[in-house]
Every structure is written in structure tokens, then in C-alpha cells.
């Protein structure tokens, strides 16, 4: 059994390691801060810091392609401003392998947990009664996220104005009465195009 406090330990300093190889300063935050496991400030050299607040999401597996991670409800709250990022991390259990990492802004991931579950919920030809869990235990897994891959570059980049790069379809999935998106994401007033 994975021991689910040490996935989120090494998902957490891994995250910090790759932010500071990268000129950020990681700082973790403390247990109980809500939204926010990495604070991280980068200085360019025209002296301007960024500040960015990150919610690492930790999963492990033998086989890498069929990681998936758990987004709750607090995951797939709105932004409460433009800096607020997610790290995925996928962490094999072969220790010869290097984690694999999927950077993403809240309201990307938002979207693609009510995304993937409304659909898996709501698929035609389902007999009725067979699928019935709720959205906050939504499981979203890798390929969904895999055009963030090492896009470290995005956390460069205010939420509104980064690309989407989750697959194509759930554009039209987003648009289909049957799956949508959360009440409060803010592509509701006017879903963007990617």
C-alpha cells in the first residue's frame, strides 16, 4: 500500500528542488495553509519579483501512463488571483526514474476535474444507477495533463493569459449541456479557445 504522506512529501520537495534549479526561491509552507504548499519567488535581473503560490498534487504507480490524481472539491475551487498554480508530480516506484511534472493554473485544473467527471458520469449507454459518484472525487489521469509537462515557463505567465493545453474534445465537452463546466469557473462567461 503507498503511504500517501510520503507521496506528498516527495512531491512537495521535488517541486521545490525544480523551482529552485530554475532561479525561484521555494519556500514550503506549513500544514494547515489551504491552497498553497510552495510559496516561490523569482528575481529577474531587472529586479522585478514574482511571486506564485503552488498546490503540489503527488501520485505514485508502476506504470507511469495510468497515474491518476484525486482533485476534490477544494481542488477544483476558482483562482483567488492570478498566481495560483498546481504541480502534478508523477513519481514512479522504479527509483531509477525520474518523477514527471505537469505545471498547470488552478482554473486548468478546475476545469479538466468537472470535465473528465461529469463525462465519465453522464456517458451514453451507461445503465443508469452504475456510475454515481460525485464530482469531488473526480480522478484525473496523466494524459489529460501531458502538454504541461515541464511547462515550468507558464508560472511566468498571469492565469488568464496562459494557453490551454488540455485536450482538444473537452472544448466541446466544456460546450455540451451533459458535461459543462463547475458553477463558479470563470470560462462560464466566455469559454476561451485551444
Known amino acids: 500500500m503507498v503511504d500517501t504522506k510520503q507521496t506528498k512529501t516527495i512531491g512537495e520537495h521535488h517541486v521545490a528542488s525544480e523551482l529552485a534549479r530554475r532561479?525561484?526561491?521555494?519556500?514550503l509552507t506549513r500544514d494547515g495553509l489551504e491552497r498553497t504548499d510552495i510559496l516561490a519567488v523569482l528575481v529577474a535581473d531587472d529586479a522585478q519579483r514574482r511571486m506564485v503560490e503552488i498546490q503540489v498534487k503527488g501520485a505514485r504507480g508502476p506504470n507511469m501512463e495510468r497515474i491518476s490524481w484525486p482533485l476534490n472539491s477544494k481542488a477544483q475551487q476558482p483562482s483567488l488571483h492570478e498566481r495560483e498554480y498546481f504541480v502534478m508530480v508523477a513519481i514512479p516506484n522504479d527509483h531509477s526514474l525520474s518523477?514527471?511534472?505537469?505545471?498547470?493554473?488552478?482554473?486548468?485544473?478546475?476545469?479538466?476535474?468537472?470535465?473528465?467527471?461529469?463525462?465519465?458520469?453522464?456517458?451514453?449507454?451507461i445503465q443508469?444507477?452504475?456510475?454515481?459518484?460525485?464530482v469531488d472525487r473526480s480522478r484525473v489521469g496523466l494524459h489529460?495533463?501531458?502538454?504541461?509537462e515541464d511547462r515550468w515557463d507558464l508560472l511566468l505567465i498571469d492565469e488568464p493569459d496562459v494557453p490551454i493545453l488540455l485536450p482538444?474534445?473537452?472544448?466541446?465537452?466544456?460546450?455540451?449541456?451533459?458535461?459543462?463546466?463547475?458553477?463558479?469557473?470563470?470560462?462560464?462567461?466566455?469559454?476561451?479557445?485551444?
Open 23 to 27: 532561479g525561484w526561491a521555494p519556500a
Open 99 to 125: 518523477p514527471r511534472n505537469f505545471i498547470l493554473p488552478r482554473s486548468h485544473v478546475a476545469a479538466a476535474a468537472w470535465i473528465h467527471h461529469m463525462d465519465w458520469l453522464t456517458e451514453p449507454g
Open 128 to 134: 443508469s444507477g452504475k456510475r454515481n459518484a460525485p
Open 144 to 148: 489529460t495533463f501531458e502538454q504541461y
Open 168 to 194: 482538444q474534445h473537452y472544448r466541446s465537452l466544456a460546450l455540451d449541456d451533459r458535461v459543462g463546466l463547475p458553477p463558479s469557473h470563470p470560462w462560464r462567461i466566455s469559454i476561451p479557445e485551444w
